[in-house]
């Protein structure tokens, strides 16, 4: 019975307390005028902005969890991981690529040469001659091994080896090839062909055809027709004339 009097008294003080602490802050308000109400009112709305953005942000931290643990997990593998030599790779300065792309041509050059040397004396010819420049072999045979006097037909003897050029062509690299024909300056005035420039086009040709017809690359392949006006001997005496009815094979070291 006591103790549920007590118990009354309690609340009711509890309540009285209640009252008193509304009473005195409607009083405290009630001496402020509006103008001097409104810094409290926008505390109170700064204080609840900051509360909403501690929200969000422990938010934010909440649902990326993973990624910690991700980065944690690299950390400790990385950490544990021995280290391993990595070679790096040495960087060649303009010139020494420069020095390395002309021996790497030079050394191509020099075994075409070598297999051109070797399928003209296969079968003894002898009117020929290779000659080795910086970016390109050039392979000069003689009209005694390739055409009749005035005729612009391949002679059977200079088949065999320009199959075997075919062949080597093919093997690996890629040229730019052009076949130029040339004459002397005896002139010519036949049916089939009223000057020198035609007999060393068509001489040019049917030595293209041929390496066409033995898998050589005909959009790599150019021919030229100078006739008698890119001698390379003198043309006043049988020797410098037959030096000059020649026709050219061309490898030029470059993309086609």
Known sequence: ?????????????????????????????????????????????????????????????????????????????????????????????????????????????SKIKTQMHQAMKAIDLSDYDIEVMENRIVLVIGEEISFQVGQAQLLESIKTPLRKIALSINQKYIYRIIVSGHTDNTPIHTTQFPSNWELSAARALSVAKFLIAHDVDPYSLSIQGFGQYNPISDNTDQKGRQANRRVEITLLMEPV
């Open 1 to 109: 019975m006591a103790e549920t009097l007590i118990d009354n008294l309690k609340s009711e003080l509890e309540i009285s307390d209640r009252k008193r602490l509304r009473l005195q802050r409607r009083k405290f308000l009630e001496t402020f005028e509006p103008d001097e109400l409104s810094p409290w009112i926008m505390l109170d709305l700064m204080t609840l902005i900051l509360v909403f953005f501690i929200i969000l942000y422990a938010d934010l931290l909440n649902a990326t969890p993973h990624k910690k643990v991700e980065n944690n997990t690299a950390a400790i593998t990385s950490a544990k991981r021995p280290d391993v030599y990595t070679p790096q790779k040495k960087v060649l300065s303009r010139q020494e690529l420069k020095k390395n792309i002309l021996h790497e041509k030079n050394r191509d050059l």
